[in-house]
Nanobody, 125 residues
């Protein structure tokens, strides 16, 4: 199995940028697709982007496309979520998940076998 730890969250003004990280330990990190999700109070967990096991394929929903960028470094067992042009509606706890099925990045939480504890991002207006 793999253990995930998110970091880098914090308070940022609208229009600002933030990079959150997902550090992995345990089984071979490159065996997993990684998805980033967020969850605001009272809302369901929402997909904000993912990267396949090799790092060559990423996918984003329209709500963040052009503002969020995911990258991964398998040598360092790290995945990064760079968030630019942040909006107050981006405020949430951000989670990374690991999916051992390498066919394609899943856009729903079901299928992600491992999760980190989350890192909180607050965007002030």
């Amino acid at each position: 199995q793999v253990q995930l730890v998110e970091s880098g969250g914090g308070l940022v003004q609208a229009g600002g940028s933030l990079r959150v990280s997902c550090a992995a330990s345990g089984r071979a990190f490159s065996d997993y697709n990684i998805g980033w999700f967020r969850q605001a109070p009272g809302k369901e967990r929402e997909f904000v982007g993912g990267v396949n096991w090799s790092g060559y394929t990423t996918s984003y929903p329209d709500s963040v496309k052009g503002r969020f960028t995911i990258s991964r470094d398998n040598a360092k067992n790290m995945v990064y979520l760079q968030m630019n042009s942040l909006k107050p509606e981006d405020t949430a706890v951000y989670y990374c998940g690991a999916d051992p099925q390498r066919r394609g990045v899943k856009w729903v939480p079901l299928g992600y076998e491992f999760w980190g504890q989350g890192t909180e991002v607050t965007v002030s207006s």
